[in-house]
T-cell receptor
Framework: DTEVTQTPKHLVMGMTNKKSLKCEQH?????MYWYKQKAKKPPELMFV???????INESVPSRFSPECPNSSLLNLHLHALQPEDSALYLC???????????FGPGTRLTVL | KQEVTQIPAALSVPEGENLVLNCSFT??????LQWFRQDPGKGLTSLLL?????REQTSGRLNASLDKSSGRSTLYIAASQPGDSATYLC???????????FGAGTRLFVKA
């Protein structure tokens, strides 16, 4: 199984809502990543988890809260987002000893 | 600070042509280099990973090279096909540190 899955595919939320994005992989990878991608721009790294511990936080606003409950799952909790947070949110995973990253299909988020 | 640049930004070629996409980076010290393709509105598909100790990787019609001394990587696509039309992204990955920086991408269109 070489697949990273993400749910939901699309999400529309208001600025006062709380929602969560979910990412799952069963490749035995112990590094997992969240990226944000705006239209016609490259992905920007947000967070990295290594062995279920947060190892990189690229100065992301606290309205984004990551969580890694186990080695297969990665969540991104969203609260009080702004319209400029509308983007494609991508999850990726890799082995610790080999940096090749595998991406999920993304969640298209729209904040109204 | 690592910066990654891709040239050209866009490329249109007739079917069957061989082509080269370029990626340059400013800090080659301990970075691996990964090439991806992205179809519109989709996630990223891994094409090739070149680890910092390697100079070249091949997969089918694709060949990627890495020259750390000049801070350059090239992706060679042989006998291009309309199905190759996509955006091609290169990413510099800090070895063992997970920090990943993408280039802005090259939008490729292969005409039938």
């Amino acid at each position: 199984d070489t697949e990273v899955t993400q749910t939901p595919k699309h999400l529309v939320m208001g600025m006062t809502n709380k929602k969560s994005l979910k990412c799952e992989q069963h490749m035995g990878h112990r590094a997992m990543y969240w990226y944000k991608q705006k239209a016609k721009k490259p992905p920007e790294l947000m967070f990295v988890y290594s062995y279920e511990k947060l190892s990189i936080n690229e100065s992301v606003p606290s309205r984004f809260s990551p969580e890694c409950p186990n080695s297969s799952l990665l969540n991104l909790h969203l609260h009080a987002l702004q319209p400029e947070d509308s983007a494609l949110y991508l999850c990726a995973s890799s082995q610790i000893t080999r940096d090749e990253q595998f991406f999920g299909p993304g969640t298209r988020l729209t904040v109204l | 600070k690592q910066e990654v640049t891709q040239i050209p930004a866009a490329l249109s070629v007739p079917e069957g042509e061989n082509l080269v996409l370029n990626c340059s980076f400013t800090d080659s010290a301990i970075y691996n280099l990964q090439w991806f393709r992205q179809d519109p509105g989709k996630g990223l598909t891994s094409l090739l990973l070149i680890q910092s100790s390697q100079r070249e990787q091949t997969s089918g019609r694709l060949n990627a090279s890495l020259d750390k001394s000049s801070g350059r990587s090239t992706l060679y696509i042989a006998a291009s096909q309309p199905g190759d039309s996509a955006t091609y992204l290169c990413a510099a990955i800090n070895t063992g540190g997970f920090k990943t920086i993408f280039g802005a991408g090259t939008r490729l269109f292969v005409k039938a």
